[in-house]
T-cell receptor, first 116, second 120 residues
Framework: ETGVTQSPTHLIKTRGQQVTLRCSSQSGHNTVSWYQQALGQGPQFIFQYYREEENGRGNFPPRFSGLQFPNYSSELNVNALELDDSALYLC???????????????FGPGTRLTVT | AQTVTQSQPEMSVQEAETVTLSCTYDTSESNYYLFWYKQPPSRQMILVIRQEAYKQQNATENRFSVNFQKAAKSFSLKISDSQLGDTAMYFCAFMKPLLSVDTGRRALTFGSGTRLQVQP
């Protein structure tokens, strides 16, 4: 069983630029969630995709957007980067069913984004 | 909105000893899910243990167990026989109940974490 993978591992961008982060979900999972983890803090929910549609969003501005593809992989796009966007971005996948075992989220290793 | 509070920013324990990490939460929901995740320096968030609020029995996973006090909204993690590999950040997390196919309800709300150092 293939786990959740993310690319790139590290990224450095300049304020005002745009960035795209990628996530491949675990085999058999059709739901992908994105989290932002600032240094020394717990992750914060950005949004979730289920069957290629956004299905739940946290308190993040519209310049944070995403996509999910037919193979359930996902992208996180951030426009007009700000210094405060510097963080570890985590992707997590899960099943989109109501069975008891389906609510667990499995995380990728994250992408460290630095905005200068 | 749910909140999760971890009041211990850092803890230290000797190898082979037992340590308890605290977590409290606030919610108006009657059914929900609680988790402890471990994040070692490699950054990979790993699920340690989970608890369904409708289950009265405390969850256990090998050396890891929880003390779930629903009325007090408390969810502590006990690590027995601590090992050097347990050194990591530990996050308590909350998830709303699964009432529908709206999987947006499956967003995790995390606490601020407790840094655990296991000393040899």
């Amino acid at each position: 069983e293939t786990g959740v993978t993310q690319s790139p591992t590290h990224l450095i961008k300049t304020r005002g630029q745009q960035v795209t982060l990628r996530c491949s979900s675990q085999s058999g999972h059709n739901t992908v969630s994105w989290y932002q983890q600032a240094l020394g803090q717990g992750p914060q929910f950005i949004f979730q995709y289920y069957r290629e549609e956004e299905n739940g969003r946290g308190n993040f501005p519209p310049r944070f957007s995403g996509l999910q593809f037919p193979n359930y992989s996902s992208e996180l796009n951030v426009n007009a980067l700000e210094l405060d966007d510097s963080a570890l971005y985590l992707c997590a996948s899960s099943h989109g069913r109501l069975a008891d075992s389906s609510y667990e989220q499995y995380f990728g290793p994250g992408t460290r984004l630095t905005v200068t | 909105a749910q909140t999760v509070t971890q009041s211990q920013p850092e803890m230290s324990v000797q190898e082979a000893e037992t340590v308890t990490l605290s977590c409290t939460y606030d919610t108006s929901e009657s059914n929900y899910y609680l988790f402890w995740y471990k994040q070692p320096p490699s950054r990979q968030m790993i699920l340690v243990i989970r608890q369904e609020a409708y289950k009265q029995q405390n969850a256990t996973e090998n050396r890891f167990s929880v003390n779930f006090q629903k009325a007090a909204k408390s969810f502590s993690l006990k690590i027995s026989d601590s090992q050097l590999g347990d050194t990591a950040m530990y996050f308590c997390a909350f998830m709303k109940p699964l009432l529908s196919v709206d999987t947006g309800r499956r967003a995790l709300t995390f606490g601020s974490g407790t840094r655990l150092q296991v000393q040899p």
